[in-house]
């Protein structure tokens, strides 16, 4: 398999880099493609989403992108959702890279216990805001909870030496991933996974959003579809917001990154991503539903 | 399912060599070392004497060349551009871990930072030595993190259960006759014991984490050369080594545990430009441990040494 284009190595910090480096003089000319496009999407994705024997609806995530794309002896089986360590360890994270960034917390394992801490805590107190997750982190023998914390513990670490916090402009958005509803069909709902939201700006000062994406399992073939579908899901959200700029994979086990420009090529490219998708038997409604992958 | 009794551990244990004074030899502590004793008259435990280890001279920590890693990486590629020449450019990827450097088949038994590959067989699903290692790893990250185990088999069978990837395993302990499942426990307070007593508590901000992976694709991803850090200290800064990492042996040689933290450490430098600055390996059976500085001619030597092991594969492993 070839390195997709755009691969290229990471050393610490040069990821804060990729991610907020300005954008050239093109940026606000894509700017107005970009706008553009998105008007075309809704419609075009709409379309795309048909009902198929069995109805439901269709949830697409990064996952299947890459399940749909990815070579057939790649595929994994699809395997009802359950909680452990792997599936637990990124919100368990990023709730500790949170704590971090907003500076409750000290170090990686100081917010990730916080935030085991608290996941526990209003599971045992009954709290309608506790999560499936905090009721099964709950329910753990110490140990378990221990296994648990180390891997989010890892987790977090990798993440926190990566970035060089200090660059960013104002404390980044850590963790909140985007669904884009489409209001043409009721069939079809778009995630889009980012761990790390921020903002970029060009040579005129014009601010852009700039989304780190962490990327598990090896390098392959499809990431560019699995970012482009992203990219195109922020594009889509963001009427109202700030213009989406750049996407940036970047592979802990590795330090491998990819980045890819926002622009009018990587909506087409979301589009087609989506397209194949939803063409490939792979993404039933009840997959959609329950395979839904940890990120990393 | 033979299970090895405490006593027959011991006496299998291969002593190494002294070590050679001089820049870059292994410090080995062979049983439980003496440090100073403590204000209470008490021993220091071990876990001090690694810990001060790790740390001495730490204030001058050393710069690599920027242009070693490119070097090192430069030189694999080329080797694994000849293994896929031969393999085929439609092979399937080769994931390669430490243990490929040598072809011993004692060296299954103590997969030195390659907790997450399987090393059971058909016949074999679950080699008396790797469940021993699985657990005593899982155990070992319980450690890290909390600084205590309470009971070392059901502790460490409760990590398994929450990684999917080893609850099998914890289904197969838990399913072992009576006899096999004491003997297995016992076995593991003894290394539980001595993890403890080498097992530096490190401070938050030291950034530990356990089971940090590493996979380093070469040939655009034809060839992976992976591992798994038992444990990871430090934070990366560009051009400087600051990492340290402790490796975890349980049994098995020396030496092999020893190249397999070399070969992390090499996984490491092409990962993120600058090797670790401080090896140590754990031996949770005995007790002994050592500490050594990462120097260019072991990254060299291993390079070397996984380029050779490169060449001999495809004819192989077709």
Not at chain 1, 3 to 17: F, H, I, V
Not at chain 1, 90 to 111: E, K, V
Not at chain 1, 278 to 287: C, E, I, K, Q
Not at chain 2, 86 to 107: K, S, T
Request: charged share 20%.
């Amino acid at each position: 398999m070839p390195d997709p284009p755009g691969c290229e190595m990471s050393k610490p910090r040069q990821l804060t880099r990729a991610l907020l480096e300005p954008f050239g003089a093109d940026a606000a000319e894509n700017r107005a493609s970009v706008v553009e496009a998105a008007r075309r999407i809704p419609r075009t994705l709409a379309d795309l989403a048909v009902p198929r024997p069995g109805g439901g609806s269709f949830r697409l995530t990064d996952h299947h992108v890459r399940e749909a794309l990815g070579p057939p002896d790649r595929a994994t089986p699809g395997a009802p959702f359950a909680w452990s360590a792997r599936t637990a360890r990124r919100a368990l994270g990023l709730a500790g890279l949170r704590a971090l960034a907003n500076g409750a917390a000290r170090s990686p394992i100081d917010g990730v216990t916080m935030a085991v801490d608290d996941a526990v805590g209003a599971a045992h107190r009954g709290e309608s805001a506790a999560s499936p997750m905090d009721r099964w982190l709950a329910g753990l023998p110490p140990a378990g909870r221990a296994a648990v914390q180390a891997g989010a513990v890892t987790w977090a670490t990798r993440v926190w030496c990566a970035l060089d916090w200090s660059a960013f402009e104002e404390p980044p958005t850590i963790g909140r991933d985007h669904w884009w509803d489409s209001p043409h069909s009721s069939l079809l709902a778009l995630r889009s996974r980012a761990e790390v939201r921020s903002i970029a700006r060009d040579q005129a000062g014009s601010p852009f959003s700039v989304h780190l994406v962490v990327v598990g399992g090896p390098r392959r073939t499809t990431i560019r579809s699995e970012l482009s579908v992203a990219a195109m899901v922020e594009v889509l959200c963001s009427p109202r917001s700030l213009p989406p700029g750049r996407m940036v994979g970047w592979w802990p086990d590795s330090g491998h990154l990819v980045t890819l420009e926002i622009d009018q090529r990587a909506l087409d490219d979301g589009v087609a991503a989506v397209a194949r998708t939803l063409a490939s038997t792979g993404v039933t409604p009840a997959d959609g539903e329950g395979t839904i992958r940890a990120a990393a | 399912m033979v299970l090895v009794a405490p006593q027959q551990e011991q006496g299998a244990l291969w002593s190494p060599s002294p070590p050679t004074p001089g820049s870059g030899a292994f410090v080995v502590e062979a049983g439980r070392p003496a440090p100073a004793p403590s204000e209470a008259g008490r021993p220091a435990p071990a876990r001090d004497e690694v810990l001060a280890l790790l740390r001495d001279g730490s204030g001058q920590r050393p710069r690599f060349d920027p242009g070693l890693s490119g070097g090192l990486r430069a030189w694999l590629e080329d080797a694994a551009a000849d293994l896929v020449a031969r393999r085929g450019e439609d092979a399937p990827p080769l994931f390669l871990g430490p243990r490929f450097l040598w072809n011993d088949p004692v060296a299954a038994a103590d997969p030195v930072g390659t907790a997450v590959d399987p090393v059971g067989t058909a016949t074999d699903p679950y080699p008396t030595g790797w469940v021993r290692s699985c657990l005593i790893r899982a155990l070992f990250a319980q450690v890290v993190t909390t600084g205590q185990v309470d009971s070392p088999l059901g502790d460490a069978l409760d990590a398994l259960r929450v990684d999917p990837g080893r609850s099998a395993m914890a289904r197969h302990v838990d399913e072992l006759p009576g006899e096999a499942r004491s003997a297995l426990a016992a076995s593991l307070r003894i290394h539980i014991e001595n993890l403890m007593n080498l097992t530096p508590r490190f401070a938050a901000g030291w950034l530990p984490r356990t089971h940090d992976r590493v996979a380093i694709p070469l040939a655009g991803g034809r060839v992976v050369l992976n591992g798994v850090f038992d444990l990871l200290v430090g934070a990366p800064v560009p051009g400087r080594a600051t990492l340290c990492a402790l490796g975890l042996t349980t049994g098995g040689r020396w030496a092999q545990a020893r190249t397999a933290l070399h070969y992390l450490a090499l996984l490491e430098t092409l990962r993120s430009g600058t090797p670790p600055f401080r090896l140590a390996l754990l031996h949770s059976a005995a007790g002994r441990y050592g500490v050594e500085d990462v120097l260019e001619e072991h990254l060299r030597t291993i390079v070397s040494h996984v380029v050779v092991q490169l060449s001999t594969l495809g004819d192989r492993d077709a």
